[in-house]
């Protein structure tokens, strides 16, 4: 069973702050990785994906990956209160069914105002 | 923007019941999937699709069944419902073989009485 852990907070910063999510995953074949954020009530959605190891960034996202460490993690620059949201972890999985994704089970991230 | 609709928020069921959730999607995804999302579980895939007829077992597929007659639409069965069915149900939808994340629907909350 191809696995994915998140550590699972909840996490709480000031705003302003830098938020720190970790992932990570079993499947070392694997070659991209996603988050999503969903706020409480609300269905995923996708907010960064990655698939090179190094620093993606996006706006105040930047997402890591090491692959040799089978860790990625997700940072969220100057916080605000409307980060505030479980960070879901998704790893695509490879060899026959490469399209499906395995999901953590989220960190919740609560910024305080 | 990529659309994927569930037919319905809410649902109540009664035991023994026999329940369909529909999952439309606009965007001429090959691959569809239905996960269902727990508390401390997280997402857990029951079924998915990668082409019309097609459908693989996801990781929990004891008291379900699905149906793909059309590209567009994923329909998930749910053979004689019982209260620990009682689940949010989320759609997803993707392309083939493509380094891209899911689209989710917005969620259908089902409570089996």
């Known amino acids: 069973q191809k696995e994915v852990e998140q550590n699972s907070g909840p996490l709480s910063v000031p705003e302003g702050a830098i938020a720190s999510l970790n992932c990570t995953y079993s499947d070392r074949g694997s070659q991209s990785f996603f988050w999503y954020r969903q706020y409480s009530g609300k269905s995923p959605e996708l907010i960064m994906f990655?698939?090179?190891?190094g620093d993606k960034e996006d706006g105040r996202f930047t997402a890591q990956l090491n692959k040799a460490s089978q860790y990625v993690s997700l940072l969220i620059r100057d916080s605000q209160p409307s980060d505030s949201a479980t960070y879901l972890c998704?790893?695509?999985?490879?060899?026959?069914?490469?399209?499906?994704?395995?999901f953590g089970k989220g960190t919740l991230l609560t910024v305080n105002p | 923007d990529v659309k994927v609709t569930q037919s319905s928020r809410y649902l109540v069921k009664r035991t023994g019941e026999k329940v369909f959730l529909e999952c439309v999607q606009d965007m001429d995804h090959e691959n569809m999937f239905w996960y269902r999302q727990d508390p401390g579980l997280g997402l857990r895939l029951i079924y998915f699709s990668y082409d019309v007829k097609m459908k693989e077992k996801g990781d929990i597929p004891e008291g379900y069944s699905v149906s793909r007659e059309k590209k567009e639409r994923f329909s998930l069965i749910l053979e004689s419902a019982s209260t620990n069915q009682t689940s949010m149900y989320l759609c997803?939808?993707?392309?083939?073989?493509?380094?891209?994340?899911?689209?989710f629907g917005s969620g259908t909350r089902l409570t089996v009485v």
């Open positions: 998704a790893v695509k999985d490879s060899g026959g069914s490469n399209y499906k994704l395995t």
């Open positions: 997803a939808s993707s392309l083939l073989r493509r380094s891209y994340g899911y689209t």
């Open positions: 990655i698939y090179s190891n």
